[in-house]
């Protein structure tokens, strides 16, 4: 246990409890010896680079209770890359202030800028410990059995998809929801959730983890407009075509510093699935609806179990730095095969978690590439949590 | 309080509690003798002309109040406004079923068609009680000072915003949430309720009462920018140029029979508005979300004043039909003049609720037409209820 000061800091996009990791984190240093000052950097390492700090040490244990439950990154977030100067300017400010405790939490991009830091810490020969706390509702960070802010925002997605279902058995016609999800299929399938009887929606989920062909997706549209009268489709914004190129990328050019293309906050993937259904499928009535950044920081949506975990890897992590003199890593959630839910949290290298992501296991996506199998629902609902689907009438099947 | 049989049905889009008051009448009408058979229509009028029923005596307390707590139109819904042969072809139903007794829950759509019903049925000398129950989230029915649906999908807007705020004062740049309402901006309104510190967005808001400058939109864009360094927008999807045209109105020409032009269920507005950010405020992140139908369905988000207030249109309707005589009316709901909130019920001729909406009044809407006053945020806190709006550290100003 070697004393010193903790810095901590959020990347990349929010989650409903990326705080609950925050405040994880925060309280187990203060109830450690070890850690002198507690350091949050405002907006990720572009906090460092601008010396713009928080002292977390000073706010109240109601304070923290408070903001671990708010959506959204308390400390403001960034995307950015280090390169190997931010990373030597990081060093002066950290050196200046006696950080031996680095924290970052994040999805996959941010777990590669704790690798790319602690990689250039070593050749810089400037000892500090750096972590990295996963977080994405993307739920695609390797090693892991899922990730903290998944279960809240497939929460979301499951109600969201529920009461759409509703609303279009009420009025009739093709709904289409575009849901988050770059590279993994896992939050749009978590819209499975929301279905009670048989014949409720989604009728159709696409991934990004199959091609999406458009003749195939208007087949699947006429042949549930036969059998059910009406059709609810969840696809993921990363699908793509055989080739791998997103259907979206052929509305947008924008890229973030990581490469990413903007999938997000544009309705333009769903106006156009909608208008090939208008066109090829004969059908009057279809809508889209893009779910967008609500499903990522929805106040007062969150899954008790998804809470609980965010928290519990925040602990991890500073707990292994601290205790442990573990000197780098990520933290990941293994699931224990037990007849009862229960996981168990283990530290292991960045270069595990960082950069590249996972995908959905075959053994979840049915074969026709076209829904979610039991595999997949017995995976989610524990991490999802009990749903109000609430009630209908039996008789009302169109 | 003469006897009979009665018929009930919803139009209209769906609302979170549209269900409390078809269950509030269900349960006043069993609690009544003068009631006979309760028949549920699927889908409104197109049920009846369908002969397409429900035995609501039939269903149990325990389903029914299961079914009151599920969003969307638990009987189906219609958007159809029926023609003198429709009438004829309803009576004859009716009739058929000894209906004496008709209710009919929707908005100014429903209100009309019943009014419609009413008048038809007075000429074919067909002695029937026609009411209509108040609903519609965009809370636009003249004579009442709010109508069921708007605070829960007020709630929903206020909470969507919030968690959208704090994500956009992580990530920076201008965020754009198109929200419902195609004539009046009471719900894009409610967005002021996301609010806790002065420098919270929404920052700007576009309702469909001020003509859109697209100009003075990108002034004022800019200027949020340069003091808050960020920009969150709420707009109305009816917001519509000096002339009346409808924004969204350039993108599609599709109408319902009701001769409204499609607004919601595409993200064509919110794209176009976003474009002209980038373009022409120089921002290079710019998102934009559309609630769409997530707003008016969403299990779960309930405010419960506006449940208690829906469940008791529904039991008012039934009461003044059968144990006063009313022969015709909509239910309104009237705030008394009190310290503390109250509401009283009025039944009201229906034309006076029918066809024509009413907009935000004046005193709601600040000078520059581009934000909401302290009278509409007293006016509409109550029925809106207490918001789980969370904390931040006061030190992120970005």
């Known amino acids: 246990m070697k004393k010193g000061n903790m810095l901590i800091a959020q990347s990349g996009g929010p989650s409903m409890v990326i705080n609950q990791s925050l405040v994880g984190a925060v309280l187990a240093a203060k109830a450690n010896k070890a850690v002198g000052k507690i350091y949050g950097a405002l907006h990720g390492i572009q906090g460092i680079l601008d010396e713009n700090f928080i002292d977390l040490r000073k706010e109240t244990k109601a304070r923290l209770e408070a903001v671990a439950a708010t959506p959204s990154s308390a400390l403001g977030s960034v995307r950015r890359k280090p390169t190997h100067e931010d990373c030597l300017a990081i060093f002066e400010v950290l050196r200046k202030l006696g950080i031996r405790y680095f924290f970052y939490i994040g999805g996959n991009d941010s777990a590669d800028t704790a690798r790319i830091i602690n990689e250039e810490a070593v050749k810089a020969e400037y000892e500090i410990c750096c972590m ?24 979301f997605v499951a109600c969201a998809v529920r009461g759409d279902d509703l609303d279009n058995r009420a009025l009739g016609g093709v709904k289409i929801d575009v849901i988050m999800g770059r590279n993994a299929g896992f939050l749009t399938a978590a819209s499975a959730l929301a279905r009670v009887d048989s014949d409720d929606g989604p009728h159709l989920i696409y991934l990004p983890e199959r091609a999406f062909e458009e003749e195939r997706f208007v087949e699947d549209v006429k042949a549930c407009m036969k059998k059910y009268g009406r059709c609810v489709v969840a696809v993921s914004e990363g699908i793509a075509d055989a080739d791998g190129t997103p259907i979206a990328a ?33 059908v009057k009535r279809v809508r889209s609806d893009t779910f967008g950044y609500l499903q990522r920081s929805f106040p007062g949506i969150v899954s008790e179990v998804d809470a609980r975990e965010a928290r519990q890897v925040g602990v991890e992590a500073v707990n292994a730095a601290v205790n442990e003199d573990v000197s780098r890593g990520s933290v990941t959630i293994k699931r224990a095969k037990s007849k009862t839910y229960r996981v168990t949290y283990e530290i292991v290298p960045l270069r595990r978690v960082a950069k590249e992501t996972r995908s959905m296991p075959d053994a979840f996506i049915n074969r026709a590439g076209n829904n979610v199998t039991q595999a997949f629902l017995d995976y989610a609902r524990p991490i999802v949590g009990p749903l109000p689907l609430g009630e209908r009438f039996a008789q009302l099947k169109g």
Chains 1, 2 share one sequence.
């Not at 739920?139 to 998944?150: A, I, M, S």
């Not at 509305?251 to 066109?279: C, M, P, R, W, Y």
């Open 132 to 155: 990295h706390i996963p977080k994405t509702i993307d739920n695609d960070l390797r090693e892991n059995d899922h990730t903290p802010g998944w279960g809240s925002a497939a929460r």
């Open 250 to 282: 052929k509305f947008t050019k924008e890229v973030d510093s990581h490469g990413n293309v903007q999938l997000s906050g544009t309705g333009a993937l769903g106006d156009l699935l909608a208008k090939i259904v208008k066109e090829k499928c004969g």
